[in-house]
């Protein structure tokens, strides 16, 4: 599950899951559905995978976040199903390893609403909460 919440001039990105390999692919889902006014209409016809290392969790969140955003931008591809394994556990985690699929922008089907400029810093975090993850997330619009 995602959420937005209002964050000065930039959007908050606040998602809960039951472990963090859902966390992660909640949050990837979460931002394209920020990105895209109808994220339904992405079909999942090519696949980017990503490789992400880190000494904490933060860090791999921040780098699947701008990973995904940097495919959307250089490769002129939106997303839609993604897959995420994180390697280690608490509290010392390795790396990660995500697909993601989708296809290549059409303006006649896709319909972008919020341009997402940067995954930042300021504010990340990734928590253990109630049986579960939450992470949070401040993307500069």
Not at 38 to 50: A, C, L
Request: proline letters at 3%; a negative charge; one cysteine or more.
């Amino acid at each position: 599950m995602y959420e937005t919440f209002e964050h000065t001039a930039d959007l908050g990105l606040r998602v809960r899951a039951a472990d963090l390999d859902e966390l992660f692919t909640e949050a990837a889902r979460g931002l394209f559905s920020v990105m895209l006014a109808n994220p339904d209409s992405v079909r999942s016809i090519e696949e980017s995978t990503f490789q992400i290392d880190s000494d904490d969790i933060e860090g791999l969140l921040h780098g699947w976040l701008g990973g995904l955003l940097y495919t959307f931008s250089a490769r002129r591809l939106v997303l839609r199903d993604f897959s995420v394994r994180i390697d280690g556990k608490p509290p010392i985690y390795s790396g990660l390893s995500g697909t993601a699929r989708g296809e290549p922008i059409d303006l006649e089907r896709h319909e972008i609403d919020v341009e997402v400029k940067a995954i930042t810093w300021h504010e990340l975090k990734v928590e253990q909460c109630d049986g579960g993850w939450m992470a949070e997330v401040i993307v500069d619009i």
